[in-house]
């Protein structure tokens, strides 16, 4: 069995050696510890962090706080700030897979700040050079502190338009205001549409109500 294992093995070295087989470096998957990121808490962080993992940044990060302030630069080289917003890098600046090249995403600030907050507390024991594992879930509920959308149900409703019948238009026109002067001294104002007296003269704004 011995003898078999070993003889693969040079067959292998050889068929490398001739170019029958390409070798490949995959990139480091050896971590020292893992960190479940609280997506929910910080949902817009998380979006962004779990987005960029998707697309190939590194979910690794190896701690060095002593580059942070060079990769930050580097990272935010020529990205304008906005009010209201961080600009959030992953992989994060403390991080040596940080810098240049890294995703930038304009975050709600409450929610950046938070997050680095609570990043910074998880890691602050950890030395440099430690390796840690980010797990970061797509959050459910992506923007949590902004309004509901209005159930067609809460929508206004619309003030019915009384249908005048010819014997009412008949009465109407029988009954003329020259202006809202002569409806106020007859006690009718105001007055509202399909009511006797009522012309659209005298309802200035248009709303179905003259004379108010």
């Known amino acids: ?16 050696a001739c170019g029958g087989y390409e070798t490949t470096t995959l990139p480091s ?4 510890y893992e960190l479940v990121f609280p997506s929910d808490q910080y949902p817009e962080t998380a979006l962004h962090i779990h987005g960029a993992i998707a697309q190939g940044y590194a979910s690794i990060c190896t701690i060095n706080r002593d580059g ?10 020529g990205i304008d700030t906005r009010n209201g917003y961080d600009r959030d890098e992953w992989p994060m600046a403390m991080c040596e897979e940080g810098g240049k090249g890294a995703s930038v995403a304009y975050i709600d600030s409450s929610d950046n700040r938070g997050a680095g907050s609570w990043v910074g507390h998880q890691l602050s024991s950890y ?4 390796k840690i594992l980010f797990i970061v879930d797509k959050p459910k509920v992506l923007f949590p502190n902004h309004p509901v959308t209005a159930k067609p149900s809460d929508a206004p409703k619309a ?33 509202h549409k399909g009511e006797p007296g009522y012309s659209r003269k005298l309802d200035r704004d248009g709303d179905g109500v003259a004379c108010e």
């Open 68 to 77: 942070a302030e060079a990769n930050r630069k580097q990272s935010l080289a």
């Open 127 to 130: 030395p440099n050079g430690a």
């Open 159 to 191: 003030t019915p338009v009384p249908e005048t019948t010819e014997e009412q238009s008949a009465e109407n026109d029988a009954v003329v205001y020259a202006n809202c002067a002569a409806v106020r001294a007859a006690g009718k104002a105001p007055l």
């Open 1 to 16: 069995m011995k003898k078999i294992i070993i003889f693969s093995f040079i067959m292998v070295l050889l068929l490398t």
């Open 29 to 32: 998957t050896e971590y020292d």
